[in-house]
């Protein structure tokens, strides 16, 4: 069978490696794809903003199957012009991407089902969230409610930087559309963590819980990213809070989505604050995220072609999902600059050595190739992977890896996976190191 997967990023990378090495798969392609896609898949070029677009890419390479890896254009809408069209294709449809697609959609979705979530209010212009932060103390979280490329989120520590921000995205319009309507919610305390699941509506499959690192500096420092790492260990959640998520919020989001005559088939994300009052829901995301997809993919053992068939098929339920039980861990390479404006076109050196290693691969994520030589294209450039027989065997590993590599102004986390490594001490459940105490996005 032909696939067709959309996307040009880490994220898409690894499902690229993943659907590769599917023995269903004959011809793979990827639009726009990028250098390590090019390695597996053939490239095809695309816009991913124009649902009409991506359905001619369809038709013209002949794919019974799609697979969207972004946010964007399940929001534009592909999903609904490739059923339209009878093609298949995994995510959801435009009415219910508005999980994401607008955070105050997302909330009154979580209110009317009781879904656990942070206390909130949404404000429609200036004056009027200026007058709602009085519902808030001032370390008040601000959210422009569509979609931000996670520049979106601001998290206040006084009430003249709650304003700052409002005054920012809802007047001087710094996040375009986007930012003209806002959630302001309490800030919630308490570790975070990925709860992504594999779902048509009423099956559930989950997949191996994952911790993604936002901060741009090691203890979490310093300003949010699109993310610097993220590691994937059965550790990162019991059993007994696996049954407690399932319960509370993925049960609720589900029946809720069918309530409301929401049809969801895709891959569901519950980014989630564990707090004193048990699992809050901080955002979904309607696809997977970046880079937690690299890790947990490394420990999928199903044929994730297989997977996707069997959810187009409507027969989720009846199939298992298998999983490695060694950890895996990603380390994000990062160009200086990043989070803000990147120094690009850099030479990368090492790539090489790095992924001779055992137990490792390398996801490229913001490169090009220019005449023979690797260059770096992006604020995140390369995705480092390693998986090993435990947490910090995969850790030691990942980071002889990216030290192979070097590129001028390269800066990474070193402290990826270290709450897992404090779970594993005797009597250690991770320290709640709250939030990112200086992390506004804006
Ligand atoms: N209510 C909250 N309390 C504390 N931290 C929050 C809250 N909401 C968001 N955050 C922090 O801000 C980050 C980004 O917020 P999120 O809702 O995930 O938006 P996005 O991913 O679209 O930028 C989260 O990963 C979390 O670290
Ligand atoms: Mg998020």
Redesign the pocket.
Known sequence: MNVLLFGSGGREHALAWKLRESQLVEELYCAPGNVGIAQVAECIPADLADPRAMLEVAQQVKAPLTLVGPELPLVAGVVDEFERAGLTIIGPPRASAQLEGS?AFAKRFMERHRIPT?RFEVAEDFEAAVHALDAFGPQV?I?ADGL?A????A?AATHEEAVASLDAMMRQKTLGPAGERVVM?????GE?ISFIILTDGKSVAPLAPSQ?H?AAFDGDLGP?TGGMGAYSDDSIISPRLQEQILRTIVGPTLSGLAAEALPYHGFLYF?L?LTAEGPKV??Y?VRLGDPETQPTLMRMRTDLVELLQALAEGRLGGLPVHWSPNPSVCVVLASKGYPGKPDTGKAITGFDVAESLGGVKVFHAGTVFDDGRLLTAGGRVLDVTATAENLPAAIERVYAAAGKIHFEGMHYRRDIGAKGLRRLRPGGSAPSLG??PR?A?L
């Open positions: 955070k942070a979280v959210k931000a996670g520049k979106g989120v998290l919610e309490e800030r919630l305390a975070e993604d936002k949010n980014g604050m901080l955002e995301n939030t990112n992390g996005h």
